[in-house]
């Protein structure tokens, strides 16, 4: 038997936040069981919660917690491949095997995600220009389907269930397990040149030039810059340090890095804190500050800087935040990022952390975000009905010019955007309605975006 208690639940963004139902199982006949005890009503799994909008939130069923089934099951020496249940997080996957010289394939911005919940986003990293998403690394999954029995997919097997699940934000059932192909590294650590780039087209035309020759590449961008300055950037373009590369101090320990300490914010700051006149000053510290050099850094410098504040979330406020990220077919990139830069510009939403990445190949999953071209990703206070004026506005923009949102950060997209930017939509509704016809997998998300029928 599972218990349920009802909490407030939002994603990272801190907007929207429901009251849930939540339980936590711990094996999976706990699983079985809060699928069965939910007298049938509708569930979704939850991970670590930092999908940023309401994709893991469902306040007429409930939320299943995943990330207490964290246990390591197997590894494959000969090739890298790791069987894990799908509650551990990449951070736990990073301590357990980067002294034995594995990192992961492709990694989000923060290691704070469940295996379960990067299948369930087929996340990215710095790295799709070259590697695709994560999806492309899983090897097999066991996913517990709405009648309680446990599918095998892999891409030869019920492959239709394992498109549909790559990328299918929780809506086919619950992962139990998966088999991740890890990557051998030569050190723990990269070696990062940081270049700036005066304005857009400047930092696409680095983008370009680099992406061959680095395998990782990422830039800030000053999404209040104007006029000529428009997407002024620093580009942040990484390799593997070889222990050669490395100071005479850290050779012999080249998979051994000094931890962050890590602060907190204690408390929701003040609505008024971050206003276009405090972005504006730090973005001006940051481009002066990031001179053109190359260094060697961790990889917890370079892949997860945001991770050694604890609960950064909160500097947004009490009404929390969305993050906005467009990607935008390689032809038309450059016009659609000005006139997205422009409209955020314009209404001076003030945007702390804007991140340009170039993206590769189309993901696996029937809901895979990237297709080749290049992403940006705005995080935006929640400062009111405004903000969902300018992002109708900017939705039809994306829209116009070929582009997407990305369902792991989406708070705000209705259902004929979200079915204009995703044309395997019908397919995944098929398939999910033959492993799932109650529709027992739900979310509000996929309410709203018209994924589920309201009930
Ligand atoms: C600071 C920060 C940086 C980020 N950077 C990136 C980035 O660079 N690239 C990128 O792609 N994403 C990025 N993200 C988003 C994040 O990687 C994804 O939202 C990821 O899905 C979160 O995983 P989670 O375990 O927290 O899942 P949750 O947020 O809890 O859930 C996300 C989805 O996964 C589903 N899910 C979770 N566990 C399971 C399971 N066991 N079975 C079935 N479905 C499940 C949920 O139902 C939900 O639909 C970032 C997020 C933050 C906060």
Redesign the pocket.
Same mark, same amino acid.
């Given at each position: 038997m599972v218990t349920w208690a009802t909490q407030s639940v939002g %994603?990272?963004g801190r907007f929207p936040i429901h009251d849930c139902p939540v339980s936590r199982p711990d094996g999976e006949e706990q699983v079985r069981s809060a699928l069965s005890g939910s007298n049938g009503r509708s569930i979704?799994? !939850? @991970? &670590? %919660? !930092?999908?940023y909008g309401d994709?893991?939130i469902n306040n007429q069923g409930g939320v299943v917690l995943?990330a207490q089934r964290n246990r390591m099951l197997a590894f494959d020496k000969t090739t890298g491949v790791l069987t894990a249940e #799908?509650g551990v997080s990449l951070a736990e996957i990073i301590d357990a095997f980067l002294p034995r010289g594995y990192f992961l394939p492709t990694t989000? @911005?923060?290691k704070f995600?469940?295996l %379960? @919940? #990067?299948i369930?986003?087929d996340?990215? %990293?710095k790295n799709h220009h070259i590697d695709g998403s994560f999806g492309s690394f899983i090897t097999s999954l066991r996913l517990m389907l709405a009648n309680g029995s446990i599918l095998t997919c892999a891409r030869d097997e019920n492959p239709d269930v394992f498109a549909a699940t790559l990328g299918g934000? @929780?809506l086919t059932g619950?992962?139990l397990s998966a088999s991740l192909r890890l990557r051998r590294v030569p050190s723990a650590y990269y070696q990062v040149a940081y270049r700036r780039a005066s304005n857009l087209d400047a930092a696409l035309e680095l983008f370009d030039r680099t992406d061959t020759e680095y395998p990782y590449s990422v830039a800030w961008i000053d999404c209040l810059g104007k006029g000529s300055s428009l997407g002024r950037s620093v580009l942040m373009l990484g390799r593997d340090a070889q222990p050669t590369d490395l100071p005479d101090r850290l050779r012999d320990t080249p998979y051994q890095i000094r931890k962050q300490r890590t602060k907190s914010v204690p408390f929701d700051f003040p609505a008024i804190a971050l206003n276009s006149w405090s972005v504006k000053a730090f973005n001006t510290l940051f481009y002066a500050k990031h001179a053109d050099t190359t260094k060697i850094v961790d990889y917890d410098t370079y892949f997860y800087p &945001?991770d050694s504040i604890h609960a950064w979330n909160r500097i947004y406020g009490r009404r929390g935040f969305i993050q906005y990220q467009v990607l935008l077919p390689r032809e038309n990139s450059r016009e659609g990022l000005i006139r997205v830069l422009e409209a955020i510009s314009s209404a001076g939403a003030a945007s702390f952390l804007a991140v340009l990445k170039t993206s590769g190949r189309v993901g696996d999953g029937l809901l895979s975000y990237l297709f080749p071209g290049h992403t940006l990703a705005l995080d935006i206070p929640n400062y009111g009905p405004q903000l969902f004026e300018l992002t109708r506005k900017l939705d039809r923009m994306l829209l116009d010019a070929g582009g997407r949102l990305y369902l #792991?950060k989406d708070a705000t997209m209705d259902a004929e955007t979200f079915s204009a930017m995703y044309p395997n939509l019908n397919r995944f509704k098929a398939i999910k309605n033959k492993v799932d016809p109650d529709q027992r997998f739900d979310?509000v998300q996929a309410q709203r975006l018209g994924i589920t029928e309201p009930r």
């Open positions: %994603g990272w979704i799994a !939850r @991970g &670590l %919660g !930092r999908s994709p893991a995943q #799908a989000p @911005g923060t995600v469940t %379960g @919940g #990067a369930a986003a996340i990215h %990293g934000m @929780g619950i992962i &945001l #792991a979310s």
